[in-house]
């Protein structure tokens, strides 16, 4: 399983409960978010835009960790 837009996501907009899920892809590689990461991910800005059903990346986290 893997963090997805439910929604169109723009750059800077919060992360929340309504417009990101968990879903299940056949063709996913190291770089997605675990739904592990979920809670923290809800409230933090994303940092690019993602379309609908677009895997969340990995370095949503890692960025944020960096300036933390």
């Known amino acids: ?4 837009a439910n929604c169109k996501i723009n750059k800077g907009e919060k992360f929340s409960e309504a ?3 968990a879903k299940r892809v056949s ?3 190291n770089n997605h978010l675990s739904p592990f990461y979920f809670n923290k991910l809800v409230g933090r800005n994303s ?3 993602y379309e609908k059903n677009q895997i969340i990346m990995l ?4 960025k944020w960790s960096m300036l933390c």
Do not use: T, W
Not at 59 to 62: G, M, P, Y
């Open 1 to 4: 399983r893997v963090l997805v």
């Open 19 to 21: 417009n990101i899920s």
């Open 27 to 29: 063709n996913s590689n």
């Open 47 to 49: 940092l690019r835009g």
């Open 59 to 62: 370095r949503e986290l890692k």
